[in-house]
T-cell receptor, first 115, second 113 residues
Framework: DQQVKQNSPSLSVQEGRISILNCDYT??????FLWYKKYPAEGPTFLIS?????DKNEDGRFTVFLNKSAKHLSLHIVPSQPGDSAVYFC??????????????FGKGTLLTVNP | KAGVTQTPRYLIKTRGQQVTLSCSPI?????VSWYQQTPGQGLQFLFE???????NKGNFPGRFSGRQFSNSRSEMNVSTLELGDSALYLC????????????FGEGSRLTVL
């Protein structure tokens, strides 16, 4: 039962253009949605998040959009840079019972930004 | 502030052996989570410890276990290793368990022969 899905294993864009990474979820009880970025041989690093009560959050070149009715979120990177080339993981945080919270990850999308 | 530290970074074991991985969280972080990363499967949640108690557990067999010490350092153990246990094991710590902003270590790369 995969509650967080990233249906595109890879995405390739040109430097300077927009990168759009997509994520779908099935559990409407998630409280926060997050994006993590991972370079090879390193641990993932937190990029940006959005509360379930918001529909947009922006941080510099990165914007996350949340469409609760469609259970869909996306990460926009504008403009894309070669250094953005990495695996991007979508994640969702929700209560797993009592005061416990659990973060569920998608399988990741490999973004390649070509110079 | 020092980041999350995992040891060892790389290790090779044979089937049937056991392994212990260690994680030192960021100072002040009381929650430590463990994830398994394999190609094509993304990040699979193993378990989370908070204040020395396991708070969440993923869908892994009982061969996978962990613990947390009073200084928040954590260890995970895998017994009777199988070839399929070859993976990158990532530890993450956080001070905000609700928002899920985890700080990851660089991981321990386990190869089972």
């Amino acid at each position: 039962d995969q509650q967080v899905k990233q249906n595109s294993p890879s995405l390739s864009v040109q430097e300077g253009r927009i990168s759009i990474l997509n994520c779908d979820y099935t559990n409407s009880m998630f409280d926060y949605f997050l994006w993590y970025k991972k370079y090879p041989a390193e641990g993932p690093t937190f990029l940006i998040s959005i509360s379930s009560i918001k529909d947009k959050n922006e941080d510099g070149r990165f914007t996350v959009f949340l469409n609760k009715s469609a259970k869909h979120l996306s990460l926009h990177i504008v403009p894309s840079q070669p250094g953005d080339s990495a695996v991007y993981f979508c994640a969702a945080s929700g209560n797993s019972g009592g005061s416990n919270y659990k973060l569920t990850f998608g399988k990741g999308t490999l973004l390649t930004v070509n110079p | 502030k020092a980041g999350v530290t995992q040891t060892p970074r790389y290790l090779i074991k044979t089937r049937g052996q056991q392994v212990t991985l260690s994680c030192s969280p960021i100072s002040g972080h009381r929650s430590v989570s463990w994830y398994q990363q394999t190609p094509g499967q993304g990040l699979q949640f193993l378990f989370e410890y908070f204040s020395e108690t396991q708070r969440n557990k993923g869908n892994f067999p009982g061969r996978f276990s962990g613990r947390q010490f009073s200084n928040s350092r954590s260890e995970m153990n895998v017994s009777t290793l199988e070839l399929g246990d070859s993976a990158l094991y990532l530890c993450a710590s956080t001070f905000d368990r609700v928002k899920g902003e985890l700080f990851f270590g660089e991981g321990s790369r386990l190869t089972v022969l």
